[in-house]
C-alpha cells in the first residue's frame, strides 16, 4: 500500500514563498501520477492545486496558481516538490499530496491515496 507524507508548511507573508513536499513510500514510485490539492477554511472540498505524470514529462495546474506555483518530482528520490511563490491569502489552506496509480504516462487531477496534509496559512 503506498504512503504519503507532506512536509514544508508553515506560515509566511503575502508575495512570499514556500516549499512543500511529498515523501512517497510503499510501492513503485515511478508507475504513480501525483498530485497536489488544498482545503481551504471552512470548506467541505477539496480543489486540485497541479499535478505531474509518472515520469514527470507532463504537469497540469490549476488557473488560480498557474504562474506562480511549480511541481516538480524526482524518481530516484520518491519525491514530490511543490514550490508555492507570490503567495495571496486565498491560498490558505491544508495541502493535501495525492497519489493515483496509472497505466499510462498522463496528468491525472485526482487522487485515491492521500497524505495527513500540511498547513499552509498566508498572512496579508
Known amino acids: 500500500q503506498v504512503q504519503l507524507e507532506e512536509s514544508g508548511g508553515g506560515l509566511a507573508q503575502a508575495g512570499g514563498s514556500l516549499r512543500l513536499s511529498c515523501t512517497v513510500s510503499g510501492d513503485t514510485f515511478s508507475m504513480y501520477a501525483v498530485g497536489w490539492f488544498r482545503q481551504p477554511p471552512g470548506s467541505p472540498t477539496r480543489e486540485f492545486v497541479a499535478t505531474v505524470s509518472r515520469s514527470g514529462s507532463a504537469t497540469k495546474y490549476a488557473d488560480y496558481v498557474t504562474g506562480r506555483f511549480t511541481l516538480s518530482r524526482d524518481n530516484s528520490k520518491s519525491m514530490v516538490y511543490l514550490q508555492m511563490n507570490n503567495l495571496i491569502s486565498a491560498d490558505t489552506a491544508v495541502y493535501y499530496c495525492?497519489?493515483?496509480?496509472?497505466?499510462?504516462?498522463?496528468?491525472?487531477?485526482?487522487?485515491?491515496?492521500w497524505g495527513p496534509g500540511t498547513q499552509v496559512t498566508v498572512s496579508s
Open positions: 495525492g497519489a493515483r496509480r496509472t497505466v499510462i504516462d498522463v496528468v491525472v487531477p485526482a487522487s485515491n491515496v
